[in-house]
């Protein structure tokens, strides 16, 4: 469960964009496209004189989780639907087991076609590394019987 934050505008420690951007190596853009879509939180600052926004130093941990789980196949949607569901309790009409059950089952599948990919990706450079010790042999051969003529 995410820990409610205190301190200044509600946040323990702050860091501006710029700043987990830096610490996260995703783009601003990036990190404002999951604010907008609820995944991470911000507070305005507390200086009229500027409209920065200050995030909560855990959001490093949230968008690493968030960059892992996308990187996984999860679609910002579900990890919308999920955080919802884990922080909130979701919506009353939402199925959270039947949510889990089914995109582990679709990384169970991702994980299984990964996986013979990469068998199938061994199997070819084990085959091309064999082929160019072939060529190197047959060539260095080649090249002594002409020598020897």
Sequence with gaps: MIKPWSGVNGFESLMRIGALA??????????????RHGLISSAPSSSETNSYRN?????????????DARDAGLSVADLSLLLDAVEHGGQPDFDFEEFIK???AQLDHVIATARKTRNMLRLT???????????SIANSSALRSIDET
């Design 55 to 67: 995030y909560p130093d855990d959001s490093v941990e949230r968008l690493q989780m968030i960059t």
């Design 102 to 104: 089914t995109r582990i």
């Design 22 to 35: 830096k610490a996260t190596d995703l783009s601003r853009d990036t990190i404002r496209f999951y604010e």
């Design 125 to 135: 450079h084990k085959a091309i590394k064999v082929s160019e010790t072939d060529y």
